[in-house]
């Protein structure tokens, strides 16, 4: 049977590469994060085969249920969805990244999950670049004073920043805001682009690219059971 996913991927590997040659990149400072949000496992098996190791996911209970049934040892997670704060402990204990970190009260929450599990784990603070009322992610004006808190007063282990910009903008402007907060911080990672506009993001200098549909296929209506 022949894997859809080993050819959409090798394609966009290629389109990584094409954005990276334009822009004077290394394609090995790209980290590609497949997500695989709603999407059946018979094709998450797929992505495995095709020789995919990082996954992104956004709903907690989501990711336990899926991972714990394929059974592979081999790969990362990034949580990359809203957060609760009463699910901290179970981010800290599944997933190696939490790219959603957006708030104080879960910053210290994930603070306490990280002691008593004996953990530490990455995070991304998610910027709402363009003010959306309905967004998750902290304002741009508090983001400096925030990633200061998440470090001195909560002892976590902030890489870097990611966004999601407003649907009917141009994507480019967001990705060279993002990239401003990322170097004024000294941060690593610079997590933005997905689907529609990963190649846009890395001419902006993109370090981690989120993507789901152009891998997957259409996402499912409602998880699998
Ligand atoms: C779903 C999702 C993606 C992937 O979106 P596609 O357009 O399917 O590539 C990326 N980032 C976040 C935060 C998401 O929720």
Redesign the pocket.
Known sequence: MENIIHTNYQKIKSEIKTACTNSNRDPNNVKL?A?C?RQPIRKIKQSIQAGIKIY?E?RIQDAVNRWSKIKTENYQLSF??PLQTNKSEEAVKLFNMV??LDREKLAKSLSKAQQKLKKNIEYMVQVNTGNEVQKSGIKPNEVDNFIKTCKDNYGLNIKGV?C?PPIDENPALHFAFLKKIYQRNKLDYLSMG???D?KTAIEFGATHI???????GE?LEKEEA
Not at 210 to 216: K, V
Request: hydrophobic share 45%.
């Open positions: 994060i997500v949000k992104g956004n990359i969805g790219q959603s990611m999601i997905m689907s529609s990963f989120r993507i789901g549909s152009s891998l997957f996402r």
